[in-house]
Nanobody
Framework: QVRLVESGGGLVQPGGSLRLSCAVS????????TAWFRQAPGKEREYVGG????????YYRDSVKGRFTISRDVASNTVYLQMNSLKPEDTAIYYC???????????????????WGQGTQVTVSS
């Protein structure tokens, strides 16, 4: 059974940083693409960024490019989202996700992903 558990969220001032973690069990990261999404109050869930199954490619939505970085640790089967220069508009619940397509490509659509974590709250406020 595939399970994803996010952690690392919290309250941070504008301009600050946070690193989110997504611990994956029941699945070897090296075969599957992974992604981060977020959902702000009253808004739809949106794609933040993703990593290819090889780990060599990443893709980000325009609003986070240059500020957010996705990485992974194969030994611990964990995906990370490093968030720098945080803005109030980054406030949301952040989710990691993956799917059952081995060697799948990076995709931005929610329907592409079949396994989700429970989410972790990120609040950017002074």
């Amino acid at each position: 059974q595939v399970r994803l558990v996010e952690s690392g969220g919290g309250l941070v001032q504008p301009g600050g940083s946070l690193r989110l973690s997504c611990a994956v069990s029941g699945r070897t990261l090296t075969y599957y693409a992974t992604a981060w999404f977020r959902q702000a109050p009253g808004k739809e869930r949106e794609y933040v960024g993703g990593m290819s199954w090889t780990g060599s490619s990443t893709y980000y939505r325009d609003s986070v490019k240059g500020r957010f970085t996705i990485s992974r640790d194969v030994a611990s089967n964990t995906v990370y989202l490093q968030m720098n220069s945080l803005k109030p508009e980054d406030t949301a619940i952040y989710y990691c996700a993956t799917n059952d397509l081995r060697h799948g490509t990076i995709e931005t659509g929610i329907s592409y992903y079949t396994h989700w974590g429970q989410g972790t709250q990120v609040t950017v406020s002074s």
